[in-house]
């Protein structure tokens, strides 16, 4: 089983860049695909962006498209969101999470999702 820690979070203001890390302890982490998704107060958590067991395949909500961006590093078992531009709207809690059955067609929803990190706040000031 994997377990997902994010860190990176914090207060910026509009137009400064973040980058969130998600680190993964456990052996078969590489098989996973990784997204991120966000959540505000009595919302529903949102899809954020994705990537594939290989990082070769990425996936951004239109929202955030041409300003965030995700990689990932197996050998570190780390993911990573960039977050450019940064808007008010963007001020939410940040979660990634882990689709153990690596598969990708139209998998973006929470319940694809199978493990969760604890989640890390940012905040954009305008």
């Known amino acids: 089983q994997v377990q997902l820690v994010e860190s990176g979070g914090g207060l910026v203001q509009a137009g400064d860049s973040l980058r969130l890390s998600c680190a993964a302890s456990?052996?078969?982490?590489?098989?996973?695909?990784i997204g991120w998704f966000r959540q505000l107060p009595g919302q529903e958590r949102d899809f954020v962006g994705r990537?594939?067991?290989?990082?070769?395949?990425?996936d951004v909500a239109d929202s955030v498209k041409g300003r965030f961006t995700i990689s990932r590093d197996n050998a570190k078992n780390t993911v990573y969101l960039q977050m450019n531009s940064l808007k008010p709207e963007d001020t939410a809690v940040y979660y990634c999470?882990?689709?153990?059955?690596?598969?990708?067609?139209?998998?973006?929803?929470?319940?694809?999702?199978?493990?969760w990190g604890q989640g890390t706040q940012v905040t954009v000031s305008s």
């Open positions: 456990g052996r078969t982490f590489s098989s996973y695909v």
């Open positions: 999470a882990g689709d153990s059955s690596g598969m990708w067609y139209a998998r973006t929803g929470v319940l694809h999702y199978d493990t």
């Open positions: 990537i594939n067991w290989s990082g070769r395949s990425t």
